[in-house]
């Protein structure tokens, strides 16, 4: 297979050592852990899934790890590999200070957090021993050549539309050429029985976070929304055993059904939408709750809408579950990146018929010209069928937090 990357202007990979951006780093993930520690009615395992999260120490590596961007690559695929798939997508906002320093331009916050984590040659992100990237947006698609100066790296072209029986052949050779990289670069054959294996505990994991959504619907007290993140992220952005974090997932699922509040809770009911929410940048989550609602569903590629959707099949066969791989990761994706934003529309309203939600919070990431774009439709669609809604519009800073929450405030008071 030939490289994906024309070499010939291949550049040795910058790294920056930068003790004070380092300090900074540290101090935006420990003000977010204060928050966390501050909250009540927390999963009494919650400690187990933080350690997940906050772990630093990679050392201990033993299997090769492979990086990946947003939410269309096949994790099941990699781990039937014998690789660990970590979600490399970054929310610190000082990371995105150091990636703005050497990738100049008005490149979006995601993007210049996940390069400039790379910066730091000890970094996780540097611990990863290849890369995949999905053209998605177009900040993605340019990564890619450039994290190939880092890792290998392999592009994984995505339809512009999610238009199945026009595109679904396109979709299953690109996750084969997927297969054929990761079996290269890791050396290893991809075996029908263990990508079975992986396919079960991925359905295992999907019904556990459709029931956690599903308690906190009728729930929201037992547990905050900015837990639930932890819980859902330290299964995608760090190290994690998979069947292990089922088994403490489930023993939340057993605590959030059995809780029983002192009495229901009168909070507006909100659905979030929008943007990207990555750990330790839980700004948004955190105004929301500080302000006084209840965040009841999302529709985010980094919360419980990422492993929302099982991949579906009735062969299982090895190209049978590549396929269905294929067709859950692309065809099921809430991404703006696809010309049609109906499979996002959809999924708000639906939300909010099914979880009583009282009104909409949409997350716009700035400099983010998907979301931007898709605001036009959404927030006319919402006012036409009655459904409140608000679009807060912001960055990783921290700085505009007290602006925001004044405005949230407001908007919560109209519910
Ligand atoms: S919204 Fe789409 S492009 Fe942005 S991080 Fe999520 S999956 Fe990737």
């Given at each position: 297979?030939?490289d994906?990357?024309?070499e010939?202007y291949?550049?040795r990979?910058?790294f920056q ?6 300090k900074?780093q540290?101090?935006?993930e420990?003000?977010q852990k204060r928050?966390q520690?501050?909250?009540a009615?927390?999963p009494?395992?919650i ?7 906050y772990?630093?120490d ?8 492979v990086?990946y961007?947003?939410n269309?690559?096949p994790q099941?695929?990699?781990?039937a590999?014998g690789a660990?798939p970590?979600?490399?997508?970054c ?6 200070q ?6 100049s331009g008005?490149?979006c916050p995601?993007a210049?957090a996940s390069f400039?984590?790379?910066?730091n040659?000890?970094s996780l992100?540097?611990f ?5 990237l999905?053209a998605?947006c177009?900040?993605?698609?340019k ?5 190939n100066?880092y ?6 072209n ?6 199945h029986?026009?595109y679904?052949?396109n979709?299953f050779s690109e996750t084969?050429r997927?297969?054929?990289?990761l ?8 075996s029908?029985k263990?990508?079975?294996r992986?396919?079960r505990l991925s359905?295992?994991?999907t019904?556990?976070i ?5 308690a ?7 547990i905050s929304?900015?837990d ?7 299964s995608?952005?760090?190290p994690?055993?998979l069947?292990?974090?089922i088994e ?6 057993k605590?959030?059904q059995?809780?029983?509040?002192a ?6 009911r ?6 990207p ?5 839980y ?6 709750e500080?302000?006084g609602?209840?965040i ?5 590629c980094?919360?419980a ?6 991949p579906?099949t009735d062969?299982?066969?090895?190209q049978s579950?590549?396929?269905?791989l294929s067709?859950?990761?692309v065809y099921?994706a809430?991404?703006?990146?696809f ?6 529309i ?7 018929e099914?979880?009583?939600?009282t009104?909409?919070?949409?997350y716009s ?7 931007d774009?898709?605001?036009?439709r959404?927030e006319?669609t919402?006012k036409e069928?009655?459904?409140?809604a608000f679009?807060?519009?912001?960055d990783?800073s921290?700085e505009?937090?007290?602006?925001l929450?004044?405005?949230?405030e407001a908007f919560l008071e109209?519910?």
């Open positions: 297979m030939p994906q990357f024309d010939t291949k550049i990979p910058t050592d930068n003790p004070g951006n380092l900074k540290r101090f935006v420990d003000e928050r520690s501050q909250l009615d927390r009494s395992n400690a187990y899934f933080e350690s997940i999260l772990n630093r990679f050392s201990r590596k033993n299997v090769p790890w990086g961007f947003c269309m690559i099941e695929i990699i781990r590999l660990q970590i979600r490399v997508d929310g610190n906002a000082a990371a995105a150091v990636g703005e320093e050497v990738l008005d490149i995601l210049k400039g984590m790379f910066l040659d000890k992100e540097n990863c021993d290849i890369l995949v999905p998605s177009d900040a993605k698609r990564l890619g050549q450039i994290m100066d890792k290998p790296t392999f592009m994984y995505i339809p512009p539309e999610q238009n029986s026009l679904a052949h979709t084969n997927l297969v054929a990289f079996e290269k670069k890791l050396d290893a054959k991809l029908g263990e990508l079975r992986q396919v359905h295992q994991r019904l556990l459709r029931d956690l959504q599903e906190r619907i009728h729930k929201p007290q037992a929304m900015s639930f993140f932890i819980i859902i992220q330290s995608l952005f760090r994690v055993d069947e292990e974090w403490q997932t489930r023993q939340v699922c605590q959030i059995d809780y029983s509040p009495r229901k809770s009168l909070r507006p909100i659905v979030l939408t929008g943007a929410i990555i750990w330790p940048n700004k948004v989550i955190n105004l929301l500080e302000s609602a209840d009841i569903a999302d529709t985010l980094t919360g809408q990422s492993l929302f959707d099982p579906m062969e299982w066969s090895k579950l590549i396929r269905a067709n859950r990761y099921a809430i991404c703006p990146c010309i049609s934003q109906t499979t996002r959809n999924r708000v309203i639906d939300l909010c099914t979880s009583g939600a009104g909409v919070a949409n990431l700035r400099l983010c010209q998907l979301f774009m898709e605001n036009y959404l006319r919402l069928k009655k459904i409140p679009t807060i519009r912001t990783y921290l505009d937090t007290e602006q929450r004044v405005r949230i109209t519910l």
